[in-house]
């Protein structure tokens, strides 16, 4: 793996987590709201699409650079729609980082012909 595809993957695992946590605690301001005179909806609401926006376009790199299958990238895109779907996509996209980083040492130490 080379450097631009482990700094987009890198990118994408960590706007991932924040992203999720942003639509949970959205998901959260709209139950408060109906229930409350809370209103954060608005705020939590312009967050969350920030961080959305930032995943789509860090997952849009992430496909272009590390080739992957339509249905790895439909899976990440997936995850991202999803409540709690970032947190499994941060976990998924650092074992394959971790994979691959092992498979590069040991093409490197001559372990492995690939």
């Given at each position: 793996m080379d450097l631009k595809t482990a700094t987009a993957i890198r990118r994408l695992r960590?706007?991932?987590?924040p992203e999720a946590i942003s639509f949970l605690l959205?998901?959260?301001?709209?139950?408060?709201?109906?229930?409350?005179?809370?209103?954060?909806?608005?705020?939590?609401?312009m967050v969350h699409g920030v961080l959305f926006i930032l995943y789509?376009?860090?997952w849009a790199d992430a496909w272009n650079r590390t080739k992957w299958s339509v249905k790895t990238a439909a899976l990440y895109f997936v995850?991202?729609?999803?409540?709690?779907g970032g947190f499994f996509a941060e976990r998924k996209l650092r074992?394959?980082?971790e994979d691959a980083v092992i498979a590069s040492r040991?093409?490197?130490?001559?372990?492995?012909k690939a």
């Open positions: 960590l706007v991932s987590a959205l998901l959260v301001c709209s139950v408060l709201k109906r229930t409350t005179d809370f209103n954060a909806v608005p705020v939590m609401g789509v376009i860090f995850l991202s729609v999803l409540p709690a074992r394959e980082t040991a093409r490197q130490e001559g372990a492995v």
